[in-house]
Nanobody, 114 residues
Framework: QVQLVESGGGLVQPGGSLRLSCAAS????????MGWYRQAPGKRRELVAT???????NYADSVKGRFTISRDNAKNTVYLQMNSLKAEDTAVYYC????????WGQGTQVTVSS
């Protein structure tokens, strides 16, 4: 069973940046569409960024122009660079395979607050 481990979250001031990492225990990153999701308190989990196996990338409107998804196939790792962070970006962030999700990891908490 492939496991997903997210890291890189923390407390950051509005306007700041964070880089999240998602390490997969198996070779799933290169051949699958991988996504970053987030879930804020009291809200449903939402998909914020997707990188397809062919390289196409999609972003939710709420993060477009501020977040960048990338991957390192050799390291089986997906990244999310988050810039110009806002209070509304506060959430637990998860990564997963988009089309056939794996067991969810523990996520990484991102808190944007002054």
């Amino acid at each position: 069973q492939v496991q997903l481990v997210e890291s890189g979250g923390g407390l950051v001031q509005p306007g700041g940046s964070l880089r999240l990492s998602c390490a997969a225990s198996g070779s799933i990153v290169s051949g699958n569409a991988m996504g970053w999701y987030r879930q804020a308190p009291g809200k449903r989990r939402e998909l914020v960024a997707t990188i397809f196996s062919g390289g196409t990338i999609n972003y939710a409107d709420s993060v477009k122009g501020r977040f960048t998804i990338s991957r390192d196939n050799a390291k089986n790792t997906v990244y999310l660079q988050m810039n110009s962070l806002k209070a509304e970006d506060t959430a637990v962030y998860y990564c997963n395979r988009v089309r056939v999700p794996l067991t969810w990891g523990q996520g990484t908490q991102v808190t944007v607050s002054s």
